[in-house]
């Protein structure tokens, strides 16, 4: 079991008194089962339903009142009602039931002290004029794969998660961890995966999982569908997303097909509902508020950089490279520096943007978009000596403040930069690129030091 750090966001959530029934979001296999049979472990008892399991579907299905509910279901699973506020009840697979989703209203009506959370797939698509979704009596969490931080929780490598965690990153730990995030880099954080990989450390044996969890989500596409046509575009777009994941995409076309656009944007939302991808649309602003303008080309963000590079076939070129830059032209680290710039952020509306400018004159384009402390922060993934990072210059020259990132292979400092364009003067925070996920940690620290400067 790998100790997932949202464990201490769900923590918060149980002990808050405000608290309302959780729905727990993530694409499937990401491990959401697994998290919360692991918190369940801070409570007296604990109380699970599988709504695909007919004996535990029946209750919602012959639901009169929530008192006979909660009766029921503490009854069939044999556990008291003297300890019902001091016992979880997870609701897992409650799409196979769109009832019972609307019923967690009434959890938090008649039993609010009592702590749910519900878990399903494509929960947006359940709902019609007769099943309504329960706007403001639920609260939102959202679970993705595993962030480097937990891979190495997973590998034992407690020495290297005392040093990622540390701010500054102490210098004699860097080559490691550069090591270590080369090998993360390379299987990605799919649960499953980097389960089989630590017991077994067998790279070429993780092919048949990947392939698995890849036909599990074309196996979805039927759940997911009004029509064969649209059965057919998604499929289409599950397998050509991979190929395409970190480049703008248009959506007439997609992928060399001949698609109308509308059918591939329906096809795109809809695995976005299902958290498989995320289209990320970009932005021409250098201050907030931080508006997508969804007029523009969106970047393809998927579910997981293992994924793609075992489906582009780029696992080889990941091994013998000495900066993850060089694989893949540089798409492959920008890729999964969004993967990790997302693993932290545990909310439903959480996103990833990036930066354009694109005039006649002239065209930038900034990988990421960082909101911090009322600031809009530039990011780029590059590699390269400071003056060559163009976009990042086009930036700072209208933005109201002095802070920039960059990720990259080399070690960590701050440097002073002055824009190629209209010579302002700003920092730029130099980070190794295994230090991604904790990005909000280092920009509290790079705006101490910039103030002392």
């Known amino acids: 079991m790998v100790n997932r750090i949202i464990i201490a966001e769900l923590k918060k959530w149980a002990t808050d008194s405000s608290r309302k029934p959780l729905v727990l979001r993530g694409a499937r296999q990401v491990g959401k089962t697994t998290l919360v049979h692991a918190f369940a472990k801070n409570f007296k008892q604990y109380i699970y339903l599988n709504l695909e399991l007919e004996d535990d579907r029946l209750p919602f299905e012959r639901f009169s009142k929530i008192e006979t509910l909660i009766e029921e279901v503490f009854f069939i699973k044999n556990k008291s009602l003297a300890y019902k506020e001091q016992t979880l009840i997870f609701i897992d697979e409650i799409q196979e039931v769109p009832e019972a989703l609307n019923l967690l209203r009434y959890f938090l009506e008649f039993f609010p002290n009592i702590p749910v959370i519900a878990a399903g797939s494509m929960l947006e698509t359940l709902f019609n004029n007769q099943i309504s979704f329960p706007v403001g009596r639920v609260e939102f969490k959202v679970l993705r794969p595993l962030s480097?931080?937990?891979?190495?929780?997973?590998?034992?490598?407690?020495?290297?998660?005392?040093?990622?965690?540390?701010?500054?990153?102490?210098?004699?730990?860097?080559?490691?961890?550069?090591?270590?995030?080369?090998?993360?880099?390379?299987?990605?954080?799919?649960?499953?995966?980097?389960?089989?990989?630590?017991?077994?450390?067998?790279?070429?044996?993780?092919?048949?999982?990947?392939?698995?969890?890849?036909?599990?989500?074309?196996?979805?596409?039927?759940?997911?569908?009004?029509?064969?046509?649209?059965?057919?575009?998604?499929?289409?777009?599950?397998?050509?997303?991979?190929?395409?994941?970190?480049?703008?995409?248009?959506?007439?076309?997609?992928?060399?097909?001949?698609?109308?656009?509308?059918?591939?944007?329906?096809?795109?939302?809809?695995?976005?509902?299902?958290?498989?991808?995320?289209?990320?649309?970009?932005?021409?602003?250098?201050?907030?508020?931080?508006?997508?303008?969804?007029?523009?080309?969106?970047?393809?963000?998927?579910?997981?950089?293992?994924?793609?590079?075992?489906?582009?076939?780029?696992?080889?070129?990941?091994?013998?490279?000495?900066?993850?830059?060089?694989?893949?032209?540089?798409?492959?680290?920008?890729?999964?520096?969004?993967?990790?710039?997302?693993?932290?952020?545990?909310?439903?509306?959480?996103?990833?943007?990036?930066?354009?400018?694109?005039?006649?004159?002239?065209?930038?384009?900034v990988d990421f978009i960082y909101k911090f402390d009322g600031k809009l922060i530039p990011i780029e993934v590059k590699a390269g000596a400071e003056g060559k990072l163009k976009s990042l210059h086009w930036f700072m020259d209208t933005a109201p403040h002095n802070m920039a990132v960059r990720f990259y292979a080399g070690a960590l400092m701050i440097s002073e930069c002055t824009s190629t364009n209209l010579g302002r003067k700003y920092y730029l925070l130099n980070l190794p690129y295994f230090l991604a996920s904790k990005i909000e940690a280092y920009l509290e620290w790079f705006q101490q030091e910039v103030a002392k400067k």
Request: aromatic residues 10%.
């Open 148 to 365: 480097f931080a937990e891979f190495l929780d997973g590998l034992g490598e407690t020495t290297a998660i005392e040093a990622i965690h540390k701010i500054p990153l102490p210098a004699f730990a860097f080559e490691k961890l550069m090591s270590l995030f080369h090998t993360y880099a390379l299987i990605g954080g799919m649960p499953e995966v980097v389960k089989n990989y630590i017991q077994n450390k067998d790279l070429v044996a993780l092919g048949k999982i990947y392939d698995a969890l890849i036909a599990s989500y074309m196996d979805d596409v039927e759940k997911y569908a009004h029509s064969a046509a649209q059965t057919e575009h998604i499929r289409y777009v599950i397998r050509t997303a991979f190929s395409l994941a970190g480049t703008r995409i248009k959506f007439e076309g997609f992928g060399n097909s001949t698609y109308r656009s509308r059918d591939v944007g329906e096809a795109l939302r809809t695995l976005e509902k299902a958290m498989v991808l995320q289209l990320v649309f970009p932005s021409t602003d250098v201050d907030l508020p931080l508006l997508p303008d969804i007029k523009k080309s969106p970047k393809l963000q998927v579910l997981d950089t293992g994924m793609v590079n075992y489906f582009v076939g780029i696992q080889k070129e990941i091994i013998g490279s000495a900066d993850l830059n060089q694989v893949y032209k540089g798409k492959m680290l920008e890729h999964l520096v969004g993967q990790e710039l997302l693993a932290p952020q545990y909310e439903a509306l959480s996103s990833l943007s990036f930066w354009v400018r694109e005039k006649k004159t002239s065209t930038a384009e």
